[in-house]
């Protein structure tokens, strides 16, 4: 099955600054990889996703890279602010399984 | 409002007791799933149900039983549980007949605590 492997598990940045988290997968077939967002007692929200037919996606301050042939993915924010503050999860999947993987999880803090 | 309803937000129960959690999603979605999520550890798939059929139960013990009524709601009935089995527990729908073409919309999901 799919494995994927998120790091840092923790990361403070200074306010403007900008936060990078990288995502490992082991299943070659995974096409879909979606990041999600949990602030402190909420649910997990979609903040971007990107297919493999496509390198890079961004949204505003928010931008996912990924390498198919290295199998690794990563969300970049930049100019963060305090309300960046949450887990940020990613995960991994094939497009026709309902087995979305994911990572373990990083907790962002955001120093105003 | 979320679109996707859990009842209830927090329950304590005895490792004797019965219960159930509920989700209802308000989206016209086709999917919809149960996951686990324990601290400092990935969310864990635990059911599946498309279309009202189970297509996944990802090694869940059985102490661990859903239903699926209709394609709105879904159910987690709980008895005999363990102190480990304390954590927060999505409901999640997603719009596909299928996979994950579409993302998952999640509840804001029923903290359990065994005791």
């Known amino acids: 099955g799919e494995n994927v492997e998120q790091h840092p598990s923790t990361l403070s940045v200074q306010e403007g600054d900008s936060a990078v988290i990288k995502c490992t997968y082991s299943d070659s077939a995974s096409n879909y990889f979606p990041w999600y967002k949990q602030e402190l007692g909420k649910r997990p929200q979609l903040i971007i996703d990107?297919?493999?037919?496509?390198g890079e996606k961004k949204d505003q301050r928010i931008a996912v890279t990924l390498n198919k042939t290295a199998k690794h993915f990563s969300l970049h924010i930049t100019e963060t602010q305090p309300e960046d503050s949450a887990v940020y999860f990613c995960a991994a999947a094939q497009s026709n399984d309902y087995k979305l993987s994911f990572g373990a999880g990083t907790t962002v803090t955001v120093r105003a | 409002e979320t679109g996707v309803t859990q009842t209830p937000r927090h329950l304590v129960m005895g490792m004797t007791n019965k219960k159930s959690l509920k989700c209802e999603q308000h989206l016209g979605h086709n999917a919809m799933y149960w996951y686990k999520q324990s601290a400092k550890k990935p969310l864990e798939l635990m059911f599946v149900y498309s279309l009202e059929e189970r297509v996944e139960n990802n090694s869940v013990p059985s102490r661990f039983s859903p239903e699926c009524p209709n394609s709105s709601h879904l159910f987690l009935h709980l008895h005999t549980l363990q102190p480990e089995d304390s954590a927060l527990y999505l409901c999640?729908?997603?719009?596909?007949?299928?996979?994950?073409?579409?993302?998952?919309?999640f509840g804001n999901g029923t903290r359990l605590t065994v005791t």
């Open positions: 990107i297919r493999s037919n496509v």
């Open positions: 999640a729908s997603s719009p596909g007949t299928y996979g994950h073409n579409s993302p998952l919309h």
